[in-house]
């Protein structure tokens, strides 16, 4: 067990739907960031969050978005999906004195 | 822009032989880290070994290191002893100057019985 928490970790949605990805990160982390696997696309880096606040943007799509609450567990949400928004998304969580990121288990998402 | 670049999609090794996984890198930033991640079958991402862009020695953690030349902006991976367990992507990333971290395309390996 890592510390970083994503739910659900299995997702089916139909196209055109709207879903929520959550994610707890370590306790005392402030940093999460938000990345997709997909097979053709790799790792991609979508967003950050310090600390409630958006800190870098990457290859976020405009129909997606997210957010980081007081409680410092944030939530990606995807919207209007397509068949190629199927991918494994990745929540991670840094400290304030660590160099890395320590990764969720992922939620896989498919999109029929 | 970072670029991180792993030449190798896939990698054989026997049992009990190290193996060498490829990294090459393009910064424009002085400070930065490099990581490599595991990706078993399974699905999740397992830290592996850092090295900082102003150490001076390669990094090692168990049965990893990590050979760092700077001037070349290489940082491969070397696995000693082999094992079955090993069979995984393997991912180089680098953080520079406390940006986000950006992933290469990942080299699977295989180890062989």
């Known amino acids: 067990d890592s510390g970083v928490t994503q739910t659900p970790k299995h997702l089916i949605t139909a196209t055109g739907q709207r879903v929520t990805l959550r994610c707890s990160p370590r306790?005392?982390?402030?940093?999460v960031y938000w990345y997709q696997q997909s097979l053709d696309q790799g790792l991609q880096f979508l967003i950050q969050?310090?600390?409630?606040?958006?800190?870098a943007k990457g290859n976020i799509l405009e129909r997606f978005s997210a957010q980081q609450f007081p409680d410092l567990h944030s939530e990606l949400n995807l919207s209007s999906l397509e068949l190629g928004d199927s991918a494994l998304y990745f929540c991670?969580?840094?400290?304030?004195?660590?160099?890395?990121?320590?990764f969720g288990s992922g939620t896989r998402l498919t999109v029929v | 822009a970072q670029k991180i670049t792993q030449t190798q999609p896939g990698m054989f090794v026997q049992e009990k032989e190290a193996v060498t996984l490829d990294c090459t890198y393009d910064?424009?930033?002085?400070?930065?880290?490099l990581f490599w991640y595991k990706q078993p079958s399974s699905g999740e991402m397992i830290f592996l070994i850092y090295?900082?862009?102003?150490?001076?020695q390669n990094a090692t953690e168990g049965r990893y290191s990590l050979n760092f030349q700077k001037a070349r902006k290489s940082a491969n991976l070397v696995i000693s002893a082999s094992q079955l367990g090993d069979s995984a992507m393997y991912f180089c990333a680098m953080r520079p100057n406390n940006n986000d971290m950006r992933f290469g395309a990942g080299t699977r390996l295989t180890v062989k019985p």
């Open positions: 306790s005392g982390d402030l940093s």
């Open positions: 991670a969580s840094r400290g304030t004195h660590n160099y890395g990121y320590t």
């Open positions: 969050y310090y600390n409630g606040e958006e800190r």
């Open positions: 090295q900082g862009s102003y150490d001076e």
């Open positions: 910064t424009s930033d002085q400070s930065y880290g």
